[in-house]
């Protein structure tokens, strides 16, 4: 497997949606040693995971802009002049999304439309890599998951995704916008909140671990996830920031490989040294969104921009665990 080499960004305007989150501040870590100049725009909503501490090692060398992709008169002013957008800006909670389908709507579409007519009106040379996620799929039966499936929405957030993913793609088509999707699957690692399952449930896991508590894992916990570890998503956002052969594309980013939930929470458990592992039934409101086991084919990722996981889940989650351990009061 050809090993990738992400490219110098020597001077590049670097915009990062939702960029006090997980992902986006990690991007911001990443290009900022590529030599990037970055501005994060992000409205620091509550419980969330966007969190101050997040950019803490890097403050003196962002930009950042307290806003909402909601208000278009902010946000078009902000896209000018920036040669990469990578767009993290979401509602991404699932079952709040069925709970207030109107908020998702209003960030997950309007947002979405919003972001790209800003682009189109005042910067249609920029490049956008917009986060999708792999649940728009819905429960596949085909295992391993390609880009040809079938997409089956199970929640609203899913299906609104799926709509932000083909606004991103009609913008190419028809106004030669530079887009890219990547559908990602549940990424992990350092810079998440950890209280919150509804935002990010391996991290949730880990905190639990390291507060010695209970980690609940819905019966009969062998259902397969594929996992990803969060410099990994981040180096395929750079790469298809990074390449042509991208524009118009979608991708599935993975590491083709199935976990047990219950065998990841007793690998957590078994590193950080405290915690107990705890079998419950399923919540009514969760077993309807449930997709079943998934496993991601990443071979089209992998064939255009050469990427490919390089972290392990066993390493990726001793890096987590570590980097929470130095830092665990900025994110209780």
């Known amino acids: 497997m050809n090993n990738y080499q992400l490219k110098k960004m020597d001077g590049e305007e670097v915009l990062i949606l939702g960029g006090m989150g997980s992902i986006g501040s990690n991007i911001a870590h990443s290009v900022i040693k590529l030599g990037a100049n970055i501005t994060i725009f992000d409205n620091l909503t509550e419980n969330t995971g966007a969190n101050m501490a997040n950019i803490k090692e890097i403050k003196d060398r962002v930009t950042f802009i307290k806003g909402d992709i ?11 002049d920036k040669n990469i957008i990578y767009n993290c800006a979401a509602q991404v909670n699932h079952v709040l999304s069925m709970q207030n389908p109107f908020l998702d709507i209003d960030v997950n579409c309007i947002g979405q439309i919003n972001v790209l007519e800003s682009c189109r009106q005042f910067n249609d040379s920029a490049k956008i890599v917009f986060t999708a996620t792999r649940s728009q799929h819905g429960a596949s039966k085909i295992i391993p998951l390609t880009e040809e499936c079938v997409d089956n929405p199970p929640d609203i957030y899913s299906a609104n995704k799926l709509g932000g993913e083909l606004y991103h793609i009609i913008y190419y088509n028809t106004y030669g916008i530079k887009t890219t999707s990547l559908r990602l699957t549940n990424t992990y ?7 919150n399952p509804g935002y990010n449930v391996i991290n949730w896991l880990i905190g639990k671990a390291l507060q010695d508590e209970d980690l609940t894992i819905y019966k009969p916990g062998t259902q397969l996830r594929d996992i990803n570890y969060v410099q990994d998503v981040v180096d395929a956002m750079i790469l298809a920031s990074q390449s042509n052969k991208s524009n118009g594309e979608v991708y599935l980013v993975g590491s083709g490989k199935g976990t047990k939930l219950i065998d990841l929470a007793h690998i957590i458990v078994k590193i950080v040294g405290t915690g107990r592992v705890t079998l419950v039934p399923w919540p009514k409101e969760r077993r309807s969104m449930e997709t079943g086991s998934i496993i991601i084919n990443y071979s089209k990722i992998n064939k255009d921009l050469n990427w490919y996981p390089k972290t ?8 987590t665990i570590d980097f929470y351990k ?3 009061s900025d994110y209780l």
């Open 189 to 195: 690692g350092p810079r998440a909140q950890l209280n």
């Open 70 to 80: 909601r208000d278009f008169d902010v946000l078009k002013k902000v896209v000018k």
């Open 326 to 328: 130095k830092r665990h």
């Open 312 to 319: 392990s889940v066993e390493e990726g989650i001793k890096k």
